[in-house]
C-alpha cells in the first residue's frame, strides 16, 4: 500500500511508539487520525511533543480502545490501521490482570471487528517479544513457540491469536508486528533504559534496577516506527506475523554499564530485591531473527546500539526530568 494520502488510524498514538510513528507516517503523506486515551486534561500524551507543523496536520480521535462504539466511530473511511494501544507494563499486570484482558484482548477484538465491518484494505496489530518468553533457540524467528510468562505476555498472546483467527475466518488482511525491546526518546520510566539514565542524571550515586542477567535486542525507536510504515507499504504481509530486531543482545548489567560510563562512570548499579519479577516470570533472553523482515521490505533495524543510547541521553539532557520520578520503583 502506498500510504501517501491514504486515511489512516493509529491507535495509542499518544504513546512512546505511537507518537514517533505518527511522525512518521504525516511525513509519508497519510491523512492521520491519532486515536487517544480520552482523558478530563485533555492531553494528548507524546503527540504534545511533535513539531507544530506535524502536530497541525493530525486529526485527534479521543477514546477508549475497550469501547466498541468509540473504536467504530474511529474506525470508518479508514483505509488502514496501526493497532498500538494496549497496556504495555508487566509488574503491573501481576495484580490488575483484569484490565489487561480488557485492554490488550477485547480492545484488539473492537478494533478487528470494526475492520471486518469497514473492509479496512490494511490492518497491523502490535504484539510484543515478550510472547515468546524465555527463548528456547536463538536467534528466534516467528515461528518460535509462544510461552506466556506475565499476565501481560498472556494478554498479548490473546490478541495475536485473535487476530490470526479473522485472517483465517474473514481474509481480514491483517498483520501481527513484533518489536523486541524498543527505546528511545519520549519513553517513561517504567522501561529499564529510560530508568537508567533518568537515575543517573538525578545525581543518584546508586542506580537501582531489577535482575541484571536477563539479555535483550534493544531497536531505536526510530527503525522501529520506520519498520512498521515499510511492512504497511509491502505487499503480501497478509496473515503474517513479523520481528523488528536487531540480531543483536545485550545483558542488562551490560547496558547499565554502558549507559552510566557515559554520564558517569563513578556511579555503582545494584540489584534491587524490591524490583525482581517472579523468577518463572522473568523472561532471560530476547534475541531476534529479523530475516523475513529484511526479505519482505528489504529493512532492518541498526545494530549501532551505542548511537541510539547517545541520542537518548542527550534528549533527556535537553528535555529535563519533569515527570520522570527518580526515587520511586515505576511499573
Same mark, same amino acid.
Given at each position: 500500500?502506498?500510504?501517501?494520502?491514504?486515511?489512516?488510524?493509529?491507535?495509542?498514538?499518544?504513546?512512546?511508539?505511537?507518537?514517533?510513528?505518527?511522525?512518521?507516517?504525516?511525513?509519508?503523506?497519510?491523512?492521520?487520525?491519532?486515536?487517544?486515551?480520552? !482523558?478530563?486534561?485533555?492531553? !494528548?500524551?507524546?503527540?504534545?511533543?511533535?513539531?507544530?507543523?506535524?502536530?497541525?496536520?493530525?486529526?485527534?480521535?479521543?477514546?477508549?480502545?475497550?469501547?466498541?462504539?468509540?473504536?467504530?466511530?474511529?474506525?470508518?473511511?479508514?483505509?488502514?490501521?496501526?493497532?498500538?494501544?494496549?497496556?504495555?507494563?508487566?509488574?503491573?499486570?501481576?495484580?490488575?490482570?483484569?484490565?489487561?484482558?480488557?485492554?490488550?484482548?477485547?480492545?484488539?477484538?473492537?478494533?478487528?471487528?470494526?475492520?471486518?465491518?469497514?473492509?479496512?484494505?490494511?490492518?497491523?496489530?502490535?504484539?510484543?517479544?515478550?510472547?515468546?518468553?524465555?527463548?528456547?533457540?536463538?536467534?528466534?524467528?516467528?515461528?518460535?513457540?509462544?510461552?506466556?510468562?506475565?499476565?501481560?505476555?498472556?494478554?498479548?498472546?490473546?490478541?495475536?491469536?485473535?487476530?490470526?483467527?479473522?485472517?483465517?475466518?474473514?481474509?481480514?488482511?491483517?498483520?501481527?508486528?513484533?518489536?523486541? !525491546?524498543?527505546?528511545?526518546?519520549?519513553?517513561?520510566?517504567?522501561?529499564?533504559?529510560?530508568?537508567?539514565?533518568?537515575?543517573?542524571?538525578?545525581?543518584?550515586?546508586?542506580?537501582?534496577?531489577?535482575?541484571?542477567?536477563?539479555?535483550?535486542?534493544?531497536?531505536?525507536?526510530?527503525?522501529?516506527?520506520?519498520?512498521?510504515?515499510?511492512?504497511?507499504?509491502?505487499?503480501?504481509?497478509?496473515?503474517?506475523?513479523? !520481528?523488528?530486531?536487531?540480531?543483536?543482545?545485550?545483558?542488562?548489567?551490560?547496558?547499565?554499564?554502558?549507559?552510566?560510563?557515559?554520564?558517569?562512570?563513578?556511579?555503582?548499579?545494584?540489584?534491587?530485591?524490591?524490583?525482581?519479577?517472579?523468577?518463572?516470570?522473568?523472561?532471560?533472553?530476547?534475541?531476534?531473527?529479523?530475516?523475513?523482515?529484511?526479505?519482505?521490505?528489504?529493512?532492518?533495524?541498526?545494530?549501532?546500539?551505542?548511537?541510539?543510547?547517545?541520542?537518548?541521553?542527550?534528549?533527556?539532557?535537553?528535555?529535563?526530568?519533569?515527570?520522570?520520578?527518580?526515587?520511586?520503583?515505576?511499573?
Amino acid at each position: 500500500m502506498d500510504l501517501k494520502g491514504k486515511s489512516v488510524l493509529l491507535t495509542g498514538a499518544c504513546g512512546f511508539i505511537g507518537s514517533h510513528l505518527a511522525e512518521k507516517l504525516v511525513r509519508r503523506g497519510c491523512r492521520l487520525k491519532a486515536f487517544v486515551y480520552y !482523558n478530563s486534561f485533555g492531553s !494528548n500524551g507524546w503527540l504534545e511533543d511533535l513539531p507544530a507543523e506535524i502536530l497541525s496536520e493530525i486529526e485527534i480521535f479521543s477514546g477508549d480502545i475497550r469501547d466498541p462504539n468509540g473504536v467504530r466511530t474511529a474506525m470508518k473511511g479508514m483505509q488502514a490501521v496501526f493497532h498500538l494501544a494496549a497496556l504495555i507494563g508487566i509488574p503491573y499486570s501481576y495484580h490488575s490482570p483484569d484490565s489487561y484482558v480488557d485492554t490488550n484482548i477485547k480492545g484488539t477484538l473492537n478494533v478487528l471487528q470494526s475492520a471486518r465491518d469497514f473492509e479496512t484494505e490494511k490492518v497491523l496489530v502490535t504484539s510484543t517479544s515478550e510472547v515468546y518468553g524465555t527463548a528456547i533457540y536463538a536467534p528466534i524467528d516467528e515461528k518460535h513457540p509462544r510461552q506466556g510468562q506475565s499476565p501481560y505476555s498472556a494478554t498479548k498472546i490473546g490478541a495475536d491469536v485473535l487476530s490470526e483467527s479473522f485472517y483465517r475466518s474473514f481474509s481480514l488482511p491483517v498483520t501481527i508486528v513484533r518489536p523486541f !525491546n524498543t527505546f528511545g526518546p519520549r519513553q517513561s520510566a517504567r522501561a529499564v533504559i529510560p530508568t537508567i539514565i533518568t537515575q543517573l542524571l538525578a545525581g543518584r550515586k546508586e542506580v537501582r534496577l531489577g535482575l541484571l542477567s536477563p539479555k535483550r535486542d534493544m531497536v531505536f525507536v526510530g527503525d522501529t516506527a520506520e519498520a512498521f510504515c515499510r511492512i504497511a507499504e509491502c505487499e503480501g504481509t497478509a496473515g503474517r506475523e513479523i !520481528n523488528i530486531a536487531t540480531g543483536r543482545e545485550i545483558s542488562i548489567g551490560e547496558l547499565a554499564d554502558k549507559i552510566k560510563n557515559m554520564i558517569n562512570p563513578d556511579a555503582s548499579i545494584v540489584s534491587d530485591e524490591k524490583r525482581l519479577r517472579p523468577e518463572a516470570s522473568e523472561v532471560m533472553r530476547l534475541m531476534g531473527d529479523n530475516r523475513l523482515l529484511k526479505e519482505l521490505t528489504g529493512f532492518a533495524p541498526s545494530d549501532d546500539l551505542e548511537q541510539g543510547l547517545a541520542a537518548t541521553t542527550e534528549w533527556f539532557r535537553r528535555r529535563g526530568l519533569q515527570g520522570y520520578k527518580t526515587d520511586i520503583y515505576n511499573i
